[in-house]
């Protein structure tokens, strides 16, 4: 492959390695990028595609290989030297300024001036002018970013690296994990149009459909070691799958056989009452039902009050109407810290700000939770910990050296799935998963699936969320829709995915 | 997943924080063993022990004590800059508990006899500690309030007390100093029990502060909450609670080192006790390695060391005859020093060294 003439490449990366302390995270990776392609770069949680990314952009230096851009060996040396480069990129954890406006956070760097100094409503008008034209999303740009959604900080985060200028190449890490359709449409028909001008793209991501729909390339990576690149129209679904996996398609037969329908299902006592339960501003009065043994899913577009309502649930906020009945008992007090102790228990959506404690070990991290809800002073064995730890390792398949790894050195998915053994330690009787599978691989996908199926067999309650409608019906026993901070509509039994649809949009 | 040989010998010792605080400090006593002889020459009088050595350690104590609380506080992601104030105040509790005949402006002559009489104390001396320690945990519970309930930067919260603190330790003196003439009192700061007292005491607050911190959750708590505070509090960690605990323990931390400090110098001088003591603790919990105004992982034994460090610079720096200004701008190269071996560049380059030669054994 060396020897292939490499002059019609945007980029060519040879014989990669790169190592970090316990996890030899890519093994001899080689990667083309074509001139006007789109290259899906595909692996399993922890497969190294977003150490891959930084060797490329300079945020880590590879330990041995070499990288030509435009048949010309380059040592990047800094994500910016990548940027004067021509690669623009879009990092899977989102990296701009929480504290700045979102207007700021597009154009920093490139502001408009006037008299020396930064024209403010120029500024402005150009972040809305640019979000509009590129996601078709219109909201308040003087707001922080920081207290807007996962999905909008991704949208801000992509509009920013699709304004930089003359970049030959664009790099998104997982862009659409937390888009939902609509948005992600408007992403692709911003890609398409790039990829016509002759721009670079590579694309990650754990949907499988949005891989078929958009890319012209497929480059599989397994533990780190090259599976292959393979041309999307030669490479069938059920091989891809396999490519990445490693194993047989079993797992995504089972994916597709475990629905809620399917599985045996119970319904309990009351564990969950919500009566017009509401906080001004955020979410109008609402009410809701949960029995043990039951998974209620909650739809709605982004910004439709899903995350509210959890919060509202959870006791992250104090509801200024309504009343919450928990396992019988009226709640008088909201806070998490009650709300654990109650046996209810929230994963957050914003894994970042709101779920890892980054320079925490694996293991502290997953006994956190538990602990707080033990109190200061029954404090839980370091052998305790190390064994509930090993647990949820195994159980969740999470890929790290051992408990002992910090945190923040975990694949994106991985991590993900230590917050979600975070709360499933505590041995809560209801669980609310705010977008619970974001970032996590296919296979590892359909386990958790499978997973608070038999929670809920297990007696458990569960309050399903999730931007991906699919993932929704076929986890759910009833649906709540919500759609403009509103409680719609509930449906259960067999529903048509375009009633809900219609009813996620208000349109019924 | 692929792994590789974990190997974690050379890096766990580079990583461990009591690394580069104990190198620091490993450098200066052999500066010290090349420059100033029988620098390490103990003697033993009357069964006890006196030296340059030990001398660093006691001159160290109240920084060292200052230094324990000030890392849980600086693990919160916060700092105190009023414990030198608040010693100050202590002295000024203690010195008036002891002698309060002292403020009268006038004493029928039994009494008058009192004031300089070296038995003579208005409480009785356990009275006196619990007392000045109740009041300087009250200021730390104050510092805790205003950062944790009241939301201000924990710089400009501190500030308050910093500023007001000497006043109100001369309010509390009528703007007296007070000077101390109860014998049993300066054993706090002079005594000798083979090692110097104050050494005891740092011992005692150390361990206490472990037990603490590390055989309950505070500890875990303390560092979660300084990394994330909404991760942590999401996971139902009292963040606020663990906050106060925090500006508590270091407003008690402050106390004990104003007994110590007013009984080394037998007076409740409310400027001069702890004065900028506050910059040396902060100092020292900083080569400890804990990230001032991140917070996060802490060391105890790390920043305890760091106050030894700052002590054996001062004290070898004045053994080899340096002036007492020129010593300033010396921490200060020290300061830069240990920023520097902080910084990612330095970390990353060391992680390097031993990257390659586990890799290549
Ligand atoms: N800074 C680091 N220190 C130690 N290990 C790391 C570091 N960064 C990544 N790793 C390890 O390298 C491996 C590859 O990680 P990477 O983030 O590239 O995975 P990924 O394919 O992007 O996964 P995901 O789909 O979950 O995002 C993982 O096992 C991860 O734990
Ligand atoms: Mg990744």
Redesign the pocket.
């Given at each position: 492959m060396a020897d292939k003439d490499t002059s019609d490449l945007l980029i060519s990366m040879r014989g990669i390695n790169k190592a970090?302390?316990g996890?030899q995270?890519l093994e001899n990776v080689d990667f083309d990028l074509r001139y006007g392609e789109i290259h899906a770069l595909m692996?399993g949680?922890?497969?190294?595609?977003?150490?891959l990314i930084k060797v490329l952009t300079g945020v880590e230096r590879p330990d041995s290989g070499k990288i030509l851009l435009l048949g010309k060996e380059v040592s990047v040396k800094s994500p910016q030297h990548a940027q004067s480069l021509g690669i623009s990129t879009v990092y899977?954890e989102i990296n701009l300024c929480p504290n700045l406006t979102v207007a700021e956070n597009i154009l920093i760097g490139r502001e408009p001036m006037k008299w020396g100094s930064i024209h403010w409503k120029k500024l402005n008008t150009q972040a809305k002018e640019i979000l509009l034209r590129i996601l078709g999303i219109d909201i308040d740009v003087t707001r922080t970013l920081g207290s807007y959604s996962v999905a909008i900080q991704q949208m801000v985060a992509i509009a920013r690296s699709l304004e930089i200028e003359f970049a030959k190449i664009l790099i998104l890490d997982?862009p659409t994990s937390s888009l939902s359709t609509h948005e992600t449409e408007q992403l692709f028909g911003v890609m398409r149009k790039l990829k016509s001008e002759g721009v670079g793209i590579i694309f990650i991501t754990?949907f499988i459909d949005q891989v078929y729909k958009i890319s012209d390339r497929i480059t599989v990576i397994r533990n780190g070691t090259l599976v292959g690149t393979f041309d999307t129209s030669t490479l069938s679904r059920m091989e891809l799958i396999t490519k990445m996996i490693g194993r047989s398609i079993t797992v995504l037969d089972e994916m597709l056989k475990t629905k809620a329908e399917t599985v045996k299902h119970i319904r309990g006592e009351n564990v969950l009452q919500a009566r017009e339960l509401g906080q001004t501003g955020e979410i109008e009065p609402f009410d809701l039902d949960l029995h043990a043994g039951e998974v209620v899913g909650l739809a709605g577009l982004m910004g439709s009050g899903r995350t509210e309502a959890a919060s509202l649930l959870f006791g992250l906020e104090t509801p200024d109407s309504g009343s919450l009945t928990i396992a019988g008992k009226r709640v008088e007090k909201f806070s998490p810290n009650a709300s654990i102790k109650r046996g209810l228990v929230l994963s957050p959506e914003d894994r970042k700000a709101a779920g890892i404690v980054d320079d925490l070990s694996v293991r502290e991290n997953i006994i956190l939770a538990m602990q707080a809800g033990q109190g200061w002073f029954k404090y839980i064995s370091r052998q305790k910990q190390e064994e509930i730890a090993d647990k949820y390792i195994h159980l969740l398949d999470i890929?790290?050296p051992s408990a002992d790894q910090i945190v923040k050195?975990?694949?994106?998915?991985?991590q993900q799935k230590v917050i979600l053994a975070r709360w499933l330690a505590t041995n809560p009787q209801v669980l609310i998963l705010d977008e619970p599978t974001r970032?996590i691989?296919v296979g590892t996908k359909a386990e958790i699936q499978k997973l608070v199926l038999s929670l809920a067999e297990d007696g458990k309650a569960c309050i399903f969320i999730s931007s991906e409608l699919e993932e929704v019906m076929r986890c759910s026993h009833r649906i709540a829709v919500l759609c403009d901070r509103k409680k719609v509509a509930e449906y259960s039994g067999e529903v048509d995915q375009n009633v809900i649809m219609h009813s996620m949009a208000g349109e019924l | 997943?692929k792994q590789t040989k974990f190997s974690p010998s050379l890096r766990k010792i580079t990583e461990s924080k009591l690394f580069f605080p104990t190198l620091t400090l490993a450098l200066i006593l052999l500066f010290d063993l090349i420059t100033v002889p029988n620098f390490f020459s103990i003697q033993i009088r009357n069964g006890n022990l006196y030296g340059s050595l030990i001398d660093i350690f006691r001159n160290a104590s109240a920084v060292m004590l200052l230094s324990i609380g000030m890392t849980l506080v600086i693990a919160t992601g916060g700092v105190d800059l009023s414990v030198g104030a608040v010693m100050a105040i202590a002295a000024s509790v203690a010195a008036l508990l002891m002698n309060p005949y002292v403020l009268a402006t006038e004493l029928p002559p039994h009494l008058m006899k009192l004031i300089n009489d070296p038995q003579f104390t208005y409480q009785p001396l356990w009275i006196v500690i619990i007392v000045t320690l109740i009041v300087a945990t009250i200021c730390g519970l104050w510092n805790g309030l205003l950062v944790a309930y009241v939301r201000i930067q924990p710089m400009v919260a501190t500030l308050i007390l910093m500023i007001a603190g000497r006043g109100i330790a001369q309010l509390i003196t009528n703007g007296v100093r007070i000077q101390i003439f109860y014998e049993p009192y300066a054993f706090i700061g002079q005594g000798w029990k083979i090692l110097p007292f104050s050494l005891y005491l740092v011992a005692f607050v150390f361990v206490i502060a472990w037990i603490i911190t590390r055989r309950t959750a505070i500890g875990l708590f303390i560092e979660s909450v300084g990394i994330n505070f909404r991760s942590s509090y999401f996971s139902g960690i009292d963040e606020k609670k663990i906050k106060l605990l925090a500006y508590s323990f270091c407003g008690l931390c402050a106390g004990i080192a104003g007994l110590v400090a007013s009984s080394n110098i037998k007076t409740s001088d409310a400027y001069n006790i702890g004065m900028t003591l506050e910059l040396d603790a902060i100092l020292a919990v900083v080569i400890g390695g804990t990230v001032m105004g991140i917070g996060g992982r802490f060391s105890l034994l790390a920043s305890l060391i760091g106050a030894v460090v700052i002590q054996a610079i001062t004290t070898s720096m004045y053994a080899i005859g340096v002036q007492a200004f020129a010593l300033q701008a010396i921490k200060g190269l020290v300061v830069i020093f240990v920023i520097l071996l902080y910084s990612e560049q330095v970390r990353g380059f060391i992680r390097k060294l031993t990257v390659q030669k586990e890799a290549k054994p």
């Open positions: 970090f302390p996890v995270a692996g949680n922890g497969a190294g595609k977003s150490t899977q997982e754990h890929a790290t050195n975990l694949s994106g998915g991985n970032g691989d | 997943m």
